[in-house]
């Protein structure tokens, strides 16, 4: 399934809303620590392994596309 993620710095936190999830991230936005940081969020919120989160789109910016498998 997709969903649409907006990304808030400096907090620590996961927000669904239907198709709309809010992340509240630690890291640093460098080499790829936050982008990793909430897909191992999401994957502990959802029950799923950390493979089966990939980022679709947006992966440099606040707003991002990410699919959730099984």
Not at 29 to 34: N, Q, V
Not at 47 to 60: C, D, E, F, Y
Request: charged content about 30%; glycine content about 10%; aromatic content about 6%.
């Amino acid at each position: 399934m997709r969903y649409e993620v907006s990304v808030k710095f400096h907090k620590d936190f996961v927000e669904v809303n239907g198709n709309q999830i809010t992340v509240g991230v630690l890291a640093r936005p460098e080499k790829g620590k936050a982008n990793d940081e909430i897909a191992r969020k999401l994957a502990r919120h959802f029950g799923v392994s950390r493979s089966a989160v990939s980022i679709v789109s947006g992966a440099t910016g606040r707003k991002k596309i990410i699919d959730i498998g099984k």
